[in-house]
């Protein structure tokens, strides 16, 4: 469920880099009532992000963040290894010295 969290996190970094004229930005951004329906509001695919990102990351201001694509992915990386997700986060060469220190080496 935590991997699910994070890649969501991870494409919600991506649409917010993304130009304004592409779909998914702009479904981000938009507002697709006329006038807001009775009872509870439904929960946004962005309120799910939020509360993500608070969770797994501990920040408020993710699309801020987001828009600095090293600082996201250096998010990702920190929320993955405190996850204990190490498959996503290293790749040929880093898992090479992963492996020794796993190792205790």
Avoid: C
């Avoid at 917010?16 to 938009?30: A, F």
């Avoid at 799910?48 to 920040?59: I, K, P, S």
């Amino acid at each position: 469920m935590e991997d699910i969290k994070i890649r969501r996190l991870g494409w919600a970094g991506h649409i917010i880099r993304m130009e304004e004229e592409r779909i998914p930005k702009k479904v981000l951004k938009g507002n697709f009532y006329a006038t807001r329906p009775v009872g509870r509001p439904r929960t946004r695919w962005a309120d799910v992000v939020q509360r993500d990102a608070l969770q797994q990351l501990g920040l408020r201001g993710w699309r801020r963040r987001a828009e600095n694509r090293d600082e996201w992915r250096r998010l990702m990386r920190e929320a993955k290894a405190r996850n204990g997700l190490w498959r996503h986060i290293w790749n040929g060469m880093e898992l090479q010295g992963a492996e020794s220190i796993l190792r205790n080496e």
